[in-house]
């Protein structure tokens, strides 16, 4: 038998098909690996036990039946606490919605139950998918599975460590500045952002909507895809995602990468970036060269803007989409408040952690009279010259290759007492949500200490297929380490 929590999407279901072992088996050789980690790494805020026990007994005996399966059948996935699973609790790593039962499920977790996933938990994450460490989480930091001292990344915080510790075989993220990509560098696993409106967002709750996108973390470019694939398309119930079709799951590794002419940004070459992942990305990008692969120098000129943008405009909608918690028609709520303007703001006090509250702020400075005009729609006027600056640079290249970020993950605490530090962290990832466009980052290399490092891969909008192709070569050429330490061991 081998060891279930370690294979990859496409080895387990070959096991399926092969009857090699049934569901329940490999539900409960997870549910095992977490109840041995997840108390140190914090990655699960809650544990689907039984309702997963149950669902795998049901899938055992479809099993049995025989007939096809699909891709996504006895798979155990976890998923953020952002997105609504019916009858189960969604936290959104806030005290604000600890009381919130889903009462329906998201459109992305309907679908995946349909075609066979198994749901074993929610994972932790930054206050209302803030920040870029998970030190924001109501519930506690998750810690990096390579190194327990370290932070995972954020805000997917919980699902990265979980996929790398090998306590689910993929999840499900989200990503509004890079909460997906930049997780997945810090912890060694492969995270797509998909483009704007691939995914349906009924379900996920909102946090800067015109940015927000669902999708996969995986253990390599090939489980990416299958669950991109299973996820994506147009939903009746989001009228942002796109009608346009979605190609078969074979098309997604259609395209030979060895064509493509890949584009590498001068301006990513910041001060700031570390020594190792330029090392590494520049070690990788001689490897594709050996193949052939043309790799030239594109000019994104308006890079420099991109983090000031982004965190007006993520603030900005921020700043709507969380009025509405406001004690009354969602989770938390003060007690013994006099009128309703102080249930307003007892509510809001206790049920919002600082950095949203300063979110909050900065978002409401933006759009108010006065300031909206120099903010506001200042910014909305630059997001347009960043997406320009993309089209451009895809006039002349395939893909644009860049460091995911600028460091390996860095350690808790040291940066959570200065936000425009932390805010640093999404300055290669924060683009692609202004401009729409969809990145995968994948692990390319190990520093000398140990730690993973990412490198970010962009296509235009609607071309999923060419971060795939172009994943799973890197992959052969850098044979990635996916594998935490120390939880890379097995569990007797
Ligand atoms: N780290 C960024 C922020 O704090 C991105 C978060 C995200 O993508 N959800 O806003």
């Known amino acids: 038998m081998p060891n279930l929590p370690f294979l990859t999407l496409a080895e387990l279901r070959s096991g399926y098909s092969r009857k090699e072992f049934q569901p329940s088996e490999v ?82 977790i309907r679908r995946l139950r349909d075609q066979g996933a198994v749901f074993l938990g929610k994972t932790n994450m930054d206050e209302f998918a803030m920040g870029s460490s998970t030190e924001n989480s109501a519930f506690g930091p998750t810690r990096n599975p390579f190194g327990l001292e370290r932070v995972p990344g954020g805000s997917s915080g919980g699902s990265a460590a979980a996929v790398a510790a090998h306590l689910c075989q993929a999840a499900l993220g989200s990503d509004t500045g890079g909460s997906i990509r930049q997780p997945a560098a810090f912890c060694g696993i492969v995270g797509l952002k998909p483009t704007y409106g691939r995914v349906s967002r009924y379900g996920l709750v909102a946090f800067a909507s015109s940015l927000d996108q669902i999708g996969p973390m995986t253990k390599t470019s090939e489980d990416a895809a299958i669950l991109f694939w299973a996820i994506a398309g147009h939903d009746p119930k989001d009228m942002t995602s796109s009608t346009r079709p979605v190609p078969p799951l074979e098309a997604l590794f259609g395209q ?103 979110r909050i702020m900065l978002g409401t400075y933006a759009l108010s009279a006065g300031y909206y005009e120099a903010y506001f729609k200042k910014a909305a006027q630059v997001r347009r010259l960043i997406l320009e600056d993309f089209t451009r640079a895809f006039e002349k290249v395939d893909a644009i290759v860049s460091p995911t970020t600028p460091t390996p993950p860095f350690l808790l605490g040291e940066k959570i007492e200065d936000p425009l530090t932390m805010y640093l962290s999404d300055i290669y990832t924060n683009a692609l949500n202004l401009a729409g466009l969809p990145g995968m980052s994948l692990p390319i290399a ?13 296509a235009p909008a609607f071309m999923e297929e060419r971060l795939f192709c172009l994943g799973r070569l890197i992959e052969e050429l850098t044979n990635p380490p996916i594998q935490g330490v120390p939880f890379d061991q097995p569990i007797a």
Do not use: W
């Open 27 to 108: 539900i409960e050789a997870h549910l095992k690996r977490i109840e041995a980690l997840n108390p140190e790494l914090n990655a699960y805020l809650e544990v689907f036990g039984d309702g997963a026990r149950d669902r795998a007994r049901a899938l055992d005996k479809k099993l049995a039946q025989g007939g096809p399966l699909g891709p996504l059948f006895g798979v155990p996935l976890a998923v953020k606490d952002v997105l609504c699973v019916e009858g189960t609790k969604t936290t959104c790593g806030s005290k604000m919605l600890e009381p919130f039962i889903a009462p329906y499920d998201a459109s992305c």
């Open 256 to 358: 030979d990468p060895r064509r493509f002419r890949l584009g590498l940004p001068k301006e990513y070459f910041v001060e700031g970036m570390d020594q190792e992942v330029r090392d590494a990305l520049l070690a990788t990008l001689a490897k594709l060269e050996g193949l052939g692969i043309q790799v030239e120098e594109v000019s994104l000129p308006h890079t420099p803007y991109a983090t000031a943008v982004y965190y007006i405009i993520a603030t900005s909608e921020a700043s709507s989409n969380l009025a509405r918690y406001d004690g009354v028609k969602y989770g938390f709520s003060a007690k013994h408040a006099d009128s309703m303007l102080e249930l307003y703001e007892r509510t809001r006090a206790a049920g919002f952690g600082l950095e949203v509250k300063r």
């Open 446 to 458: 190990r520093t000398g200490d140990g730690l993973p490092v990412g490198m970010q891969i962009i």
